[in-house]
């Protein structure tokens, strides 16, 4: 990674995007924010996908789940390790 680069551009390889956040109004563009963030690989607090049903393995069914705000877990704050 070129970190000399990435302080000299700061934020503005992200302003699209930020700006994108700032002209949410309502609960549809907030739908249509998050499904455009899902789309480029950005994570949003929760997900829905389609897969194969765990219970009844020859059809196919949505579910919806808690992606969190993708934080290590709690040991990686308290490891003493470098």
Partial sequence: ???????QLGLKPLEEELQKIDAVQSREDLQKLMSHFQTIGISIPFAYFINQDQKQSDRYIGYLYQSGINL???????NKDK
């Fill in 1 to 7: 990674m070129d970190s000399a680069l990435c302080d």
């Fill in 72 to 78: 290590p877990d709690r040991d990686y704050y308290f």
